[in-house]
């Protein structure tokens, strides 16, 4: 996505239209200019990437406006609009995984938790396994990516089969962990990261929204800020306030997913 660029000359020779904005990021680009362009309505965008055009140009224009950026335009396919934020939160999310690199050191954060109660195997290998917090975080946002780009579940991004809706889930449950261990262990940067892109709480009210996870393994008390800390409303789907331990009901302290 790229600075507002008037259209060169066409390699037939014909005039360009002085008019035409290319909305790309052209090599040289800086940091002020990047992705500065005139918003377009969606209606207007056409292209096989519209869905993901939409939502970071509209996070690029207001991050804390979660309820504008998680609500489909009418008309659009829910699954391909849930794939393409998926997307976009794993893009994000290594934002934060950079700034963790700074102290979230293997000699410091040898395992992958979040409250006591809570200690994450890594899936990433072979037989799942103990790893550092830093790597659990790298291996996790690797295989996300590795997932939501694979020609065998995910081969269009206009229409997503109904087999492989369950992969989403899967994926939320691992890098929301990336949030969890960020709160309870790297408060501060966990909060600078948050006070610019509000990712968590988009990511929280959207695993909700459409019923991706459950109240009970939401331990970072986003909802309570936002005044959903008892039974009430995100989107479609009802939040209830859960009582007790964060871990879920019959739910181990240490908790593995081997899934794909």
């Not at 996790?140 to 997932?147: F, P």
């Not at 459409?210 to 986003?222: A, D």
């Amino acid at each position: 996505m790229a600075s507002a660029a008037l259209a060169s000359s066409p390699p037939d020779g014909s005039a360009a239209d002085p008019q035409k904005i290319i909305r790309r990021n052209l090599p040289g680009t800086s940091r002020a200019k990047w992705s500065n362009w005139p918003d377009q309505s969606f209606d207007e965008m056409d292209s096989t990437l519209t869905v993901q055009q939409y939502i970071q140009q509209l996070t690029k224009a207001d991050p804390s406006n979660v309820d504008l950026i998680l609500n489909p335009p009418e008309g659009q396919d829910i699954n391909v609009w849930k794939y393409e934020h998926l997307r976009q939160f794993c893009m994000e999310l290594n934002g934060l995984a950079v700034r963790l690199q700074a102290e979230c050191r293997p000699d410091v954060c040898s395992q992958m938790t979040a409250t006591e109660q809570w200690i994450f195997l890594c899936a990433a290998h072979r037989t799942p396994m103990e790893c550092s917090a830093i790597d659990y975080t790298r291996h996790t946002l690797d295989g996300a990516a590795c997932l939501l780009n694979s020609s065998k579940y995910f081969p269009s991004r206009v229409s997503i089969k109904e087999a492989s809706i369950g992969k989403l889930a899967s994926i939320c449950r691992r890098v929301y962990r990336v949030f969890s261990h960020a709160y309870f262990h790297h408060r501060g940067v966990f909060d600078a990261f948050e006070e610019e892109t509000y990712l968590c709480r988009r990511f929280t009210v959207f695993v909700m929204k459409y019923q991706l996870m459950t109240k009970e393994i939401l331990i970072v008390p986003v909802l309570e800020e936002l005044g959903l800390g008892n039974e009430s409303t995100v989107g479609d789907s009802t939040v209830s306030a859960s009582s007790g331990s964060p871990a879920s009901k019959g739910e181990s302290s240490s908790a593995s997913e081997t899934e794909a």
